[in-house]
């Protein structure tokens, strides 16, 4: 009897969570999946039962398969780059060097500054006329380029800001992932005649792993969802060269209010970040 | 016999001017205003109002406050995001405003929402005359280039009017043996000096300065083809709803457009309308339209920057009026819809409207006559005789035809994937006829989910013809 109330005073308690995940997650969701298969726009009026159609209509727009590819390249770009930066700067304030408390510090504000703060620098810094980087390559002998005009650089000054703002926190996760190897597997290495190239290869990196997933996984979402640098830096051109797929529904479902093609395309969007996660935990799946 | 005849004179003459005067309304005064809505002391009005005017436009607020006994409580709505969260509100129903701002160009998006003020302006004596001629077509929808109609409503009162003009470095052109006073007078010219001024180092920093800066972001990048498309004109549709920006005329505008880049600087696609006022006052090309900007203008030095119409094409000078124009406007939903509308007309009052003007920092452009004609507004808007140009627009829009822009709901959508070719083409991504033959079957996709070719539906009204409303723009 005891223990039934208190079962019955656990899910009381539950309550209000259950309300919050269903009033912010299921219920949003479940509206959304109902949206996708609806010819669903507002401005009209329209709100017609189409079944897969959004779907099938996508797979023919030309805009949608462009920002799919577009950010896939984004992301095959910016992720592993953000990892190998913060493996970089995680194994340098790894060693106890003069002053890196401070340099671990600083090294992390890029991260706690806000995405629109770090676009609008990076706008002005990029500047073609009045922008410093082109000020440094002129004063090198360098002539300046368009960075944020030019398609192919407008895509890579995206990732260079995407990179600066998002480096910190892989070197955070794999700093405090370095700091709880056992110091016993580097000394029986050690032992065993490891070089420091053997000892990063065969200890550190099996070490790391699941941090390394952690990353890879966390970052890999956040990359395909980018929206912030795009709207605030070039806003999906020069043309279509950073028209990230998150900015291309942003589009379609606020400014063309194309809900049900939006909701569509974004569970297109999904299904990829699912297929990824999925190949990635299979190939660190611990043996 | 002279007598009488005397007596007939003076009762004609009494008559005469007595039904003058009651044929246009004096406008109502800044006091009289505050007398009328005094009756609504205690109510709350909510404001939303584009956040670059907000902080500037704060004193009129406090003023009104004061002055009435009404609160207003001011939100703030960035320019960049006003259209999706009108709408959002609107839509959902979950816009608590009585009163907004907007900008022209989203005037077929927000119409559906906003109250029809031919009422209230009768009752209020509102004199549509009062209002510059370039700007008149503002207040009615539909009357812009979009669908047919003989019942147009009046769904806002202009806060804010500009075009494009022409801009010159007086400094650049005497450097190249140019006139400094002489603009170019066409297209062609335009060419010739631009390439006379181009990739020279005209001001002796060691740097190159171009001759041309095009508006070329892809954000917007219609408002600035636009007017190339009112220089030779392109209209946006044909009349049966089927898109004319790909017709022969308009890939040949684009390619003149296109071919200005030669002479640009190579960063063109980062242009915006205030980057390239920056660009330009800090010397980087010699030349550019843009809008007219109380507030940018007046950082550009006079004695070295020339202001006139824009060079003109095959189809002649072009007013674009696909700009930054704003207007009031009081929500259908309002609870309070006299006070909020006696609050619109305090902004747009000869007295406050003229102190906005002149302020500069809300860019707010003169768009009505009372603060055009006013001798103080004279002596001190923006730039040395810049109000004379604003006149001698409005002046020639009685004889020249200037192109509506597009105002009808799917003007927003339409634009962006224009925006989209066009920022393709710039980028040389596509070109000129792919950019346009693109844009113009997604236009038509549009068109069709929008019902325009549905049997009966009414047909487009063109850009280039004067409005069937009678003295829009004669009177």
């Not at chain 1, 941090?211 to 990359?223: D, E, F, K, S």
């Not at chain 2, 505050?34 to 009129?60: E, R």
């Not at chain 2, 822009?405 to 925006?419: N, Q, S």
Request: proline residues 6%.
């Amino acid at each position: 009897m005891a223990r039934k109330s208190s079962q019955w005073l656990a899910y009381i308690f539950l309550l209000p969570l259950l309300a919050v995940i269903g009033g912010l997650i299921v219920y949003p969701l479940g509206t959304s999946i109902w949206i996708a298969f609806r010819d669903f726009n507002p401005m009209y009026g329209r709100s017609a039962f189409v079944g897969l159609g959004n779907f099938i209509q996508l797979l023919s727009q030309e805009r949608f398969v462009t920002s799919i590819t577009i950010t896939c390249i984004f992301v095959a770009i910016a992720v592993p780059a953000e990892f190998l930066l913060g493996l970089g700067f995680a194994l340098i304030l790894y060693k106890n060097i003069p002053g890196g408390r401070y340099f671990r510090t600083i090294a992390l504000l890029p991260y706690v500054t806000v995405p629109v703060v770090v676009a609008l620098t990076f706008r002005i810094l990029l500047n073609y006329r009045g922008g410093l980087v082109n000020y440094v390559m002129q004063s090198m002998g360098i002539s300046p380029l368009a960075w944020l005009s030019h398609p192919r650089l407008a895509l890579f000054s995206v990732v260079v800001a995407d990179l600066w703002r998002w480096s910190p926190f892989a070197t955070l996760l794999l700093l405090a992932g370095l700091r709880s190897i056992p110091n016993n597997i580097f000394e029986a290495a050690e032992v065993d005649g490891a070089t420091a190239g053997q000892k990063f290869l065969w200890v550190v990196l099996p070490a790391l792993k699941p941090t390394i997933l952690v990353i890879l996984l966390l970052r890999m979402i956040g990359t395909f969802k980018v929206f912030d640098l795009v709207y605030m830096l070039t806003e999906g051109g020069p043309g279509k060269a950073t028209d990230l797929i998150s900015f291309y529904i942003f589009q379609l479902g606020f400014r063309h209010w194309e809900l049900g093609t939006a909701a569509a395309a974004s569970y297109y969007l999904l299904l990829i970040i699912l297929a990824i996660t999925i190949v990635l935990l299979k190939r660190f799946k611990p043996t | 016999m002279r007598k009488t005849r005397l007596i007939s004179l003076v009762i004609t003459g009494l008559f005469v001017s007595l039904i003058a005067s009651s044929a246009v309304a004096k406008t109502l005064s800044k006091q009289e205003i505050v007398d009328k809505a005094k009756v609504f002391a205690g109510i709350t009005l909510n404001v939303s109002m584009s956040g670059a005017d907000i902080g500037f436009i704060q004193g009129a607020v406090s003023e009104f406050e004061r002055t009435t006994g009404i609160k207003l409580d001011m939100m703030a709505v960035p320019d960049a995001q006003m259209y999706e969260k009108l709408m959002i509100g609107f839509m959902t129903g979950t816009a608590p405003y009585d009163f907004f701002d907007f900008m022209h160009r989203h005037k077929g998006g927000v119409a559906a929402f906003a109250m029809d003020l031919t009422e209230l302006n009768a009752e209020y004596g509102f004199n549509v005359s009062d209002v510059l001629p370039l700007f008149r077509p503002l207040l009615y929808y539909p009357t812009d280039a979009g669908s047919k109609t003989d019942d147009p409503k009046i769904i806002g009162l202009p806060s804010d009017g500009d075009f494009h003009v022409f801009f010159w470095r007086k400094d650049y052109f005497e450097v190249t043996g140019l006139d400094p006073d002489t603009p170019p007078g066409d297209i062609d010219q335009l060419m010739q000096f631009a390439e006379q001024l181009n990739e020279k180092d005209l001001n002796g920093d060691g740097r190159l300065e171009y001759g041309f800066g095009p508006r070329m972001s892809r954000w917007g990048a219609h408002i600035g083809y636009s007017t190339v498309m009112n220089a030779f004109g392109v209209d946006w549709f044909y009349e049966n709803w089927r898109p004319a920006i790909n017709s022969d005329t308009g890939v040949e505008a684009l390619q003149w457009w296109l071919s200005t880049r030669k002479f640009s600087v190579p960063n063109y696609q980062e242009l915006s309308w205030p980057t390239m006022y920056e660009a330009f006052n800090r010397g980087d090309f010699a030349m550019m339209w843009n809008f007219t900007s109380t507030r940018q203008i007046p950082n550009l030095n006079p004695a070295i920057c020339g202001i006139s119409l824009p060079p003109a094409g095959p189809f002649g000078v072009p007013y674009n009026m696909t700009s930054g124009a704003s207007l009031f406007a009081i929500t259908k939903q309002s609870k309070n819809p006299e006070a909020a509308y006696l609050f619109l007309r305090f902004l747009t009052c000869p007295e406050i409207h003229k102190k906005l003007t002149l302020s500069g920092d809300g860019d707010i452009g003169v768009c009505y006559k009372y603060t055009l004609y006013d001798p103080e507004f004279q002596a001190e808007y923006m730039y040395p005789g810049s109000w004379k140009l604003v006149q001698k627009v409005c002046e020639l829009t009685k004889d020249l035809v200037p192109a509506q822009p597009l105002c009808i709901p799917e003007t927003k959508v339409l634009h962006e994937e224009l925006d989209l070719r066009l920022s393709e083409a710039y980028s040389d991504q596509l070109t000129a006829k792919e950019a346009l033959d693109k844009a113009a079957k997604t236009w038509a996709d549009i068109m069709v989910k929008g019902g325009h070719y549905n049997p009966g539906a009414p047909s487009y009204d063109p850009a280039y013809r004067k409005p069937d409303i009678d003295g829009i723009y004669l009177k």
